[in-house]
């Protein structure tokens, strides 16, 4: 089965770290394009950050910016998601999902339909 598996979520305090990983099962990474989004209760889903499959570009939500890093190990077929000065606002269901990227192309324009993993809860409450 493919799929992606997010895990790494918690509670923590503000102003605490996480880090967050995406790994694939049944196909490779390297050909795709990464993002995180998350969905908080009464929110709608908000795009966090994306990386390129090559890992050299990369996005980020401002809200999370200068806060959250998104990287990637093609060779372990895995994203992370390392997120640092998490405040109570961070807190939601974070996903990950896959989608090919041409050159250019908006992110939030990039079909993240055809992969998705079951998300992980970050908490973020004192």
């Known amino acids: 089965q493919l799929q992606l598996v997010e895990s790494g979520g918690g509670l923590v305090q503000p102003g605490g770290s996480l880090r967050l990983s995406c790994a694939a099962s049944?196909?490779?990474?390297?050909?795709?394009?990464i993002g995180w989004f998350r969905q908080a209760p009464g929110k709608e889903r908000e795009g966090v950050s994306y990386?390129?499959?090559?890992?050299?570009?990369?996005n980020y939500a401002d809200s999370v910016k200068g806060r959250f890093t998104i990287s990637r190990d093609n060779a372990k077929n895995t994203v992370y998601l390392e997120m640092k000065s998490l405040k109570p606002e961070d807190t939601a269901v974070y996903y990950c999902a896959a989608g090919r990227r041409r050159l250019g192309t908006r992110w939030s324009d990039v079909d993240w339909t055809a992969y998705w993993g079951q998300g992980t809860q970050v908490t973020v409450s004192s």
């Open positions: 049944g196909f490779t990474l390297d050909t795709y394009a």
């Open positions: 990386i390129s499959s090559s890992g050299i570009g990369t």
